[in-house]
């Protein structure tokens, strides 16, 4: 069976220090890939997404980055955290375009 | 691209009522409608989910319509139950990219 892991499940990070958020997916292959932000009481909003290694599409201009090195691994990164990069960072993928979405866990991230 | 607009924002019902959210998406190309589920802290869960060539689709108390002239969606729960109490979020996507794009979310609270 496939499933989707994420880490860490909780992160407190100071202003303009780094951040690196890993996703991971088993059991399948080939997945998309997608990282959501939600703000405290907010919708979903997506950031990124992937469909295969190496491609990654940026949805919202902001100071995150993502990359995928491996088939199954989506990794958030930041050089230098803002106050208002804190929320609940999702990580999801799907198999084929007409899925659903199985989400991980998701990070809660505070930068103070 | 595509927007969902969601509504009611919150919503309080008594235990053993039906609630019914409401959602409209702006891309007629859009093709698939799925609906999450979100508890307190946790991730958001697939409840049910409808694609653009079926008008209806019901799984025992939940049942979710689809009108494509007018580009709108809604969630149904009857015989609604405490622990039914959560935040409802629909979305819309293009199967071409499997890009999800949700709504602001509905708090539902069911009184007992």
């Known amino acids: 069976s496939q499933t989707i892991h994420q880490w860490p499940a909780t992160l407190v990070q100071p202003v303009g220090s780094p951040l690196s958020l890993e996703c991971t997916v088993e059991?399948?292959?080939?997945?998309?890939l997608y990282w959501y932000r939600q703000a405290a009481g907010r919708g979903l909003q997506l950031l990124f997404y992937?469909?295969?290694?190496?491609?990654i599409s940026s949805e919202v201009p902001q100071n995150l980055s993502a990359s995928r090195p491996q088939d199954r691994q989506f990794i958030l990164s930041s050089k230098k955290l803002l106050l208002s990069d804190s929320g609940f960072y999702l990580c999801a993928w799907i198999r084929h375009t007409r899925d659903g979405y199985t989400f991980g866990s998701g990070t809660r991230l505070t930068v103070v | 691209g595509e927007n969902v607009e969601q509504h009611p924002s919150t919503l309080s019902v008594q235990e053993g009522d039906s609630a019914v959210i409401k959602c409209t998406y702006s891309d007629s190309a859009s093709n698939y409608f799925p609906w999450y589920k979100q508890e307190l802290g946790k991730r958001p869960q697939l409840i049910i989910d409808i694609r653009s060539n079926v008008g209806e689709k019901k799984d025992q108390r939940i049942a979710v319509t689809l009108n494509k002239t007018a580009k709108h969606f809604s969630l149904h729960i009857t015989e609604t139950q405490p622990e039914d109490s959560a935040v409802y979020f629909c979305?819309?996507?293009?199967?071409?990219?499997?890009?999800?794009?949700f709504g602001q979310g509905t708090t539902l609270q069911v009184k007992p």
């Open positions: 992937s469909v295969g290694i190496g491609q």
């Open positions: 059991g399948t292959s080939n997945p998309n």
């Open positions: 979305a819309a996507s293009l199967s071409n990219t499997g890009k999800l794009i």
